[in-house]
Each structure stands twice: as structure tokens, then as C-alpha cells.
């Protein structure tokens, strides 16, 4: 059916349709990266509201001095105990 050679054509279909595959799930993370789903991207968006977040928690009197700057600090993951 395939003639001489035929399975080396095969082989270089599958291949090609692995790399095709491969290329779609590639291009899907990094689409999903740039609108900001569970990227590096996404965590400074997050970390960025939620520093806002707490800046009018502060402002309002909700929380003190010490709360706000530890809370910014796990923010930010500097930790501090």
C-alpha cells in the first residue's frame, strides 16, 4: 500500500504531529501567561492588590502599625518570623 519507503513517510507524519501537538500545549501556556494565569505575572498582580488591600485596612484604622508591616512583609514574602 505504502511502497518502498512508505514507513519512513509514516514516521515522518507521526512526527510531525507530535511536534504539532507539542507546539499547541506550548502556545496555550504561554497565552495563558500573558493573561495572567498562574504566572510570575499573576502573583505581582495579586501581591499588588492585596498590598492595596491592606493600605486602606490601614488607612480605615482596621489594623495597626505592627499587622500592617507584617502583613507586608508575608505579602512579600520577606518573611520576618
Known sequence: MWGPGGWLWGLVMLVFWI???VGRGLLIVWAARQLGYGG???IRGGASRALEI???RY???EIMREQ???MCRDILGEGGG
Do not use: D, F, I, T
Request: aromatic residues 6%; charged residues 20%; proline residues 7%.
Open 19 to 21: 511536534l504539532v501537538l
Open 40 to 42: 510570575p505575572a499573576s
Open 54 to 56: 491592606l493600605q486602606e
Open 59 to 61: 488607612a480605615r484604622g
Open 68 to 70: 500592617y508591616e507584617q
